[in-house]
Each structure stands twice: as C-alpha cells, then as structure tokens.
C-alpha cells in the first residue's frame, strides 16, 4: 500500500513547484485543503480516458485536493493554466494522518473514481486492488471497504457536478488568496 503525501515531494515529472495548505471546518467541507501550483514540469501527462485525450499535469496547472476528516477518500481537482476543471480524482483510502513536517498524508487504497466535467464516470485500477489482495498486501477487509466506498461516492458525492465545481473553485480561490506556501 503506498504511502501519498498532499505536498507530492517525490515527484519527478514536475520541475518547478509550491505549496499551499489549510485546514477547513465548514458545514460543508471538513478536512485538509491542499494546493500544487505546478511551474515547471518536465513533460505534460496526458491520459486517454473515454477515447479522448485529456492533458492532466502540465506547467501552470493546480492540483488541489480535500482529505476529509471522516471519510475514507481524497479528492484531487486538477485544474488547467486557464483554471479550468480537467478532472476529479478520488483515491479510496484506508487511513489518513499528519506527518512531522505538518503535511497531510493518506494510505492508498488502489481504487480509484475519475469524474469528469461532462459527468463521465470511470472506475480504475481494479486489477491493482485484486493484486494487492491476491499478494496478502491488503486483508479482504480493505477489499471490501474500498469496493464499498467507491460506490458510495459514484452514487452520491460524484454525481453532483455543479457541488464538486463550487466547492473546487471555492477552496481553490481561498487557497490562492493566502500567503503561506511550503516548499
């Protein structure tokens, strides 16, 4: 189970970053707001999803991403140079906590929930969530919880477009006015 850090320290496609991070308590929200504001990257990832090609990281792009505190997923916005929604990314997750350096970070579950602003929903990496079971790497437990969750959020949370839009650009914009970035 990989370990995934809301700062990506180790990331390696991207050349030139920063980092802004806050912690929300709303009726709406509760949990860790992270962003990336990607300067430089060494090339852009593009993905193919639903036979068109979308450009995911590139430079002048942000990532913004939401751990809940009571939930069992994560939610990344990656956003264009134009600010513009390219996708959401959730990771099922099995636990969350808060490193030494005071940065959010989650146990990956494999499973993941890609929406997409025409609200297209795709279900990924399921062969890697039967590996980890298969290898002893996760219980059946953790099989099942993440089955269980990305239901839960393709019925619910997902589906809901014109939420996940407010709430992207909201945190984005109040993440974008504050002055503290991390390095």
Not at 104 to 127: A, C, N, R, T
Request: hydrophobic residues 35%; contains cysteine; glycine residues 4%.
């Amino acid at each position: 189970m990989d370990r995934k850090y809301a700062d990506r320290p180790d990331w390696s496609r991207v050349l030139k970053k920063s980092f802004k991070l806050d912690y929300i308590c709303e009726k709406e929200f509760s949990g860790y707001v992270s962003a990336i504001y990607i300067d430089k990257v060494k090339a852009p990832l593009i993905k193919n999803i639903f036979g068109k090609e979308y450009c995911i990281v590139d430079d002048g792009y942000t990532w913004l991403q939401y751990l809940p505190t009571n939930g069992n997923y994560s939610i990344t916005t990656m956003f264009n140079k134009n600010k513009e929604i390219v996708q959401w990314y959730f990771d099922i997750i099995k636990h969350q906590g808060v490193d030494d350096r005071s940065i959010p970070f989650f146990d990956d579950l494999y499973l993941d929930v890609v929406v997409l602003p025409s609200s297209e929903i795709l279900l990924l990496d399921e062969d890697e969530l039967k590996d980890a079971l298969d290898k002893n790497e996760i219980t059946k437990g953790d099989y099942d919880l993440a089955y269980k969750e990305a239901k839960m959020l393709m019925e619910g949370i997902a589906l809901d477009i014109d939420n996940l839009n407010i709430l992207s650009n909201r945190y984005l914009d109040y993440l974008d006015n504050r002055d503290i970035r991390f390095k």
